[in-house]
């Protein structure tokens, strides 16, 4: 049971260039979510995914698209990078437990991706 | 949307000493989550507490939403206790966002 693993580890881009991350997760897990955290902060939530085939833009989703064609894997990605978008890129996982608001939800982490765009 | 405050920002203890970490949050929660993050930026899930007290091992915390804060106890700190520690909550209705806190960096000397 690897829990959510994300790929690559680590990328550097130029400027314009065009870059997919992908976050895998095998605890059957229905909601998805890409977060990135930058020097001194906090994570801050990208887009995220309620189910195979629902996204949905979170606090900072400009300048990125996601998909979410396999209830396993979410895929995050840079049409056109820019400076702005270096930055350590976590997934999560989480299920829900119970129809309330209030029901169960933790979210699980994967190791992170460091991109760097020049 | 919800403001989420940690404090002190920073921490500096010798080891076998102990420490308490809050989280402040500006509105409702339905859900809150400890977070260490190790030297090696990896995540790692320490409480789930939306209220209540939990412990585990050296480790507890304690929420008390009504009043709008947690806390987070260390005892006997280890150097490997060492990191940054994220509050991250739920707000009522959020469609189950997490909203970090800016983090309390721990350095735990020997």
């Known amino acids: 049971n690897a829990g959510v693993t994300q790929t690559p580890k680590f990328r550097v881009l130029k400027t314009g260039q065009s870059m997919t991350l992908l976050c895998a997760q095998d605890?059957?897990?229905?909601?998805m979510y890409w977060y990135r955290q930058d020097p001194g902060m906090g994570l801050r939530l990208i887009h995220y995914?309620?189910?195979?085939?629902?996204?949905a833009k979170g606090e900072v989703p400009d300048g990125y698209n996601v998909s979410r064609l396999k209830k396993q894997n979410f895929l995050l990605g840079l049409e056109s990078a820019a400076p702005s978008q270096t930055s350590v890129y976590f997934c999560?996982?989480?299920?829900?437990?119970?129809?309330?608001?209030?029901?169960?939800?933790?979210?699980?982490f994967g190791p992170g991706t460091r991109l760097t765009v020049l | 949307g919800i403001q989420v405050e940690q404090s002190p920002p920073d921490l500096i203890l010798q080891e076998g000493a102990n420490s308490t970490l809050r989280c402040n949050f500006s509105d409702s929660v339905n859900n809150l989550q400890w977070f260490h993050q190790n030297p090696w930026g990896q995540l790692i899930n320490l409480f789930y507490i939306p209220s209540g007290t939990k412990q585990n091992g050296r480790l507890s915390a304690t929420t008390v939403a009504t009043e709008r804060y947690s806390l987070l106890y260390i005892s006997s700190s280890q150097t490997t206790d060492s990191g940054v520690y994220f509050c991250?909550?739920?707000?009522?209705?959020?469609?189950?966002?997490?909203?970090f806190g800016s983090g309390t960096q721990l350095t735990v000397l020997p």
């Open positions: 995914s309620v189910g195979e085939g629902t996204t």
């Open positions: 991250a909550v739920e707000r009522s209705g959020s469609a189950r966002q997490l909203t």
């Open positions: 605890m059957n897990h229905e909601y």
């Open positions: 999560a996982s989480s299920y829900i437990l119970g129809l309330a608001w209030s029901s169960y939800n933790e979210q699980f």
